[in-house]
């Protein structure tokens, strides 16, 4: 099936050839970093944990909204989703590739994820974590491959596939549930100490996920002679709505146990995030951002006459995704850490080398999902007699 892959038109090649630049400069970085150490970053002592972890924290969740589509089709059957959950699938395993490259990145010395193999610790949340996303990165190139493989060749898949591909969807619960667990469990940081916490994860993820999978739909069908289906565009459209409501919803909770209790630590890094803290203001503009563009999505969103409209639904899945980068793609890390123990405030933004190694693991990324896409389409125009 890779043969699908090296035959393309120009503008295919040239895309290819544009990411594997920025995968070349954003490893020439990593190579400096490596040797350097992590002070070229803009993590401290105080702040451990930054934008690599922060783009980890929300990929993750891009990986578990593929369920959102693999649930339907296989557990209720839900043919308008036939076509595209391979898409999903292979949405999945490039969120997923590039988690695992920001964990990589993230640390001092690579060859330190090792010991998470050969010591493991079941009593860590780190240990768990790496195996979700393992078994989930299995599963869906399993299920992907097999599925595809079948259809390629006209003939129903193999029923243990089915079995797999149910296997994955607990599975997608489980890989947000274990990240987010990550961060409720430790005491000693009060914005992430909340029951809520997995939940507001998944309630994102199911988001933002189907968000970027609906937009992808979009661009293959402009791109390609395949076409996702205009009920599947609309299923989408509403999952994305409902889940995003649920996702503001939750966000609103928290302000309202922060606020109305007036803990203290609570309140300070949400107070970080949206008014500043000591004279400390630079999330101030991203974070209230995040809440204009939220109204925005949920507005279009909620009406149905903007949610049916493809290209008002464009917008309102652009705003969703956002949204939902900047509350836990930048936001949640660094308000996390702020203040420190000792109620300080220790700035932290990305420096220009964390950029341009996060901007090559994106690349990476989206090379490897433009290659499956390639593929997955090729075989789907092979079946459906499209020449």
């Known amino acids: 099936m890779f043969e699908k892959t090296i035959r393309g038109s120009q503008r295919y090649w040239g895309w290819l050839f544009f990411l594997l630049v920025l995968m070349g400069i954003g490893f020439g970085v990593y190579l400096y970093q490596f040797f350097e150490g992590l002070k070229i970053t803009g993590m401290s002592r105080d702040v451990s944990w930054g934008f690599y972890i922060a783009q980890l ?11 959102m589509v693999v649930l339907p089709y296989y557990l209720h059957d839900y043919k308008a989703f036939g076509r595209i ?10 969120a997923v590739i590039m988690c695992m ?8 010395q690579p060859t330190r994820v090792m010991n998470v193999i050969i010591h493991p ?25 097999n599925v595809l493989s079948a259809e390629r060749k006209g003939i129903p898949y193999q029923k243990w596939v089915k079995v797999l591909a149910y296997v994955s969807i607990p599975w997608a619960f489980s890989i947000h549930t274990v990240t987010a667990f990550l961060y409720a469990g430790l005491p000693g940081r009060h914005y992430w100490l909340t029951a809520i916490m997995a939940a507001r994860f998944l309630s994102s993820a199911f988001a933002a996920g189907p968000a970027l999978l609906l937009l992808l739909c979009l661009i293959v069908r402009k791109v390609s002679r395949f076409d996702p289906g205009r009920e599947a565009v609309r299923t989408l459209g509403g999952i994305v709505a409902y889940a995003f409501i649920i996702n503001v919803f939750f966000f609103l909770l928290e302000l309202f146990t922060a606020f109305y209790s007036q ?8 107070q970080f995030l949206f008014t500043g803290l000591e004279g400390h203001t630079y999330l101030v503009p991203w974070m209230w951002t995040a809440a204009a563009v939220a ?50 405030v220790t700035p932290y933004w990305p420096t ?36």
């Open 85 to 94: 959950t391979i898409l999903g699938e292979f949405l999945a395993i490039a």
């Open 263 to 270: 803990i203290p630590g609570h309140m300070h890094p949400i």
């Open 295 to 344: 109204v925005v999505g949920l507005i279009l969103l909620i009406v149905p006459a903007t949610r049916r409209n493809e290209d008002t639904l464009v917008v309102g899945c652009v705003a969703v995704i956002v949204s939902t980068w900047i509350d836990k793609g930048l936001g949640l890390i660094i308000a996390g850490f702020t203040p420190n123990p000792f109620e300080g």
């Open 57 to 67: 924290t929300y990929l993750v969740g891009v990986a578990a909204g593929g369920v």
């Open 101 to 108: 490259l920001f964990v990589f990145v993230d640390l001092g």
């Open 121 to 145: 610790t079941p009593n860590s949340i780190l240990f768990w974590d790496m195996t979700v996303l393992s078994v989930y990165l299995l599963l869906n190139i399993v299920v992907g491959w």
């Open 352 to 387: 220009l080398p964390e950029m341009l190694i996060s901007i090559g693991v994106f690349a990476t990324g989206f090379f490897i999902l433009t290659v499956l896409y390639k593929m997955a389409i090729g075989i789907k125009e092979e079946a459906a007699g499209v020449s």
